[in-house]
């Protein structure tokens, strides 16, 4: 999910940029939870207790993302406490999240390949770019940081892995048969099964609550400028991740339907608790395009309803699984000339 490239990007540009103001009637009661560096993709373990997340957090002695967790209902006893350690410290990390027991989280991870940092991409076409490292695999470490399996051995990029509601199913983005697509597995991970199949980056993916259903964000070259260029970046690592919208199918890869044709990027897409909408992360709105926002939309692709006015960078949002509480990332409450994307929690209403 790349969430480093992202926000190195953005906030650099969004440094000078002027906070927005206005009602967020969905939020009450909003509790920053981390304070400095980039910190994401925090997500919900079963019992809603806890959170894992990604940072580059310099105060915590981080060179690239490393995944923690962190136990909500406290939060950190000073702004620059380090939460408990779940990663190596080794390569770099992505997409965390609590497996159903509680006692262990998954995460991608390159540290295999190299104990230092992967290189940052270079310049390619004035383009913005993500980089899609080949050596990340997916593993599950116990909560003290103790690695005790690697789920995923494919070549290629294995990463952005999230689990079903019912405990029974892992989704996650390779590209072992050459391009980015979905595939499913049991929570073991066996039983690898491809889900999508259309040339274009399928990624960020997340189950329904019952566990029947998919959301994900997609881009879909078209032409065949567009078509070469995808390719061509894919094999140099990289992919473009400006034009996107949001699609579902059902766990079987079936019903595939584009939810969103807003154009621009539309990402970070998560199922709200009853099922019937999809909260996502957008930019369709702005001249800036840096400028993303919190939205939400029906299954059908109609109702949409700006959700986020209070800063300029809003991603990752996930709901609790009592659908009480919605957690996600913004650059709210930033000093003058601060960078930092910091992790929020809300009451939700609905």
């Known amino acids: 999910m790349r969430i480093n490239y992202l926000l190195t990007s953005l906030l650099l540009i ?18 920053q939870l981390t304070f400095g560096g980039d910190n994401a993709e925090a997500y919900f373990s079963f019992d809603s207790k806890y959170v894992s997340f990604q940072s580059n957090n310099p105060k915590w002695g981080l060179q690239c993302d490393q995944i923690f967790y962190l136990d909500v209902t406290k939060g950190l006893k000073n702004p620059d406490e380090r939460p408990q350690f779940i990663s190596t410290g080794k390569g770099r990390t992505t997409c965390s999240y609590f497996m159903p027991d509680g006692k262990h989280i998954l995460f991608g991870s390159t540290h295999l390949a190299n104990d230092s940092c992967p290189p940052p991409i270079k310049p390619y076409l004035n383009k913005y770019l993500w980089a899609v490292y080949d050596t990340y695999d997916i593993f599950v470490s116990d909560l003290k940081g103790k690695v005790v399996k690697q789920l995923t051995t494919e070549k290629g990029y294995d990463a952005e892995a999230t689990i079903s509601p019912k405990g029974d199913k892992i989704v996650f983005t390779s590209t072992r048969n050459g391009d980015l697509d979905l595939y499913i597995m049991d929570i073991d991970g066996k039983n690898v099964k ?5 040339l274009g980056y399928d990624g960020g993916a997340f189950f329904s609550p019952d566990g029947k259903k998919l959301v994900f964000r997609s881009s879909r070259p078209k032409t ?21 919208e949001i699609y579902t199918c059902n766990v079987d890869g079936s019903d595939l339907r584009q939810i969103t044709k807003l154009g621009k990027a539309n990402w970070a897409p998560y199922f709200t608790p009853k099922g019937d909408k999809i909260i996502f992360s957008s930019n369709h709105h702005s001249q800036r395009g840096y400028d993303f926002q919190l939205y939400l939309i029906n299954l059908d692709g109609t109702g949409l309803e700006r959700v986020t006015n209070n800063s300029i960078f809003n991603a990752f949002p996930m709901f609790s699984y009592d659908g009480k509480k919605l957690i996600f990332s913004s650059n709210r409450n930033n000093a ?13 209403v609905d």
């Open 224 to 244: 065949d400028e567009e078509i070469a260029e995808y390719k061509k970046l894919l094999s140099m690592g990289l992919v473009a991740p400006t034009d996107m």
């Open 14 to 31: 969004a440094t000078a940029a002027l906070a927005q103001t206005g009602d967020e009637k969905h939020l009450t009661n909003v509790k």
């Open 336 to 348: 003058p000339g601060s960078r930092d994307t910091n992790l929020y929690i809300a009451d939700w």
């Open 194 to 198: 491809q889900i999508t199949n259309q």
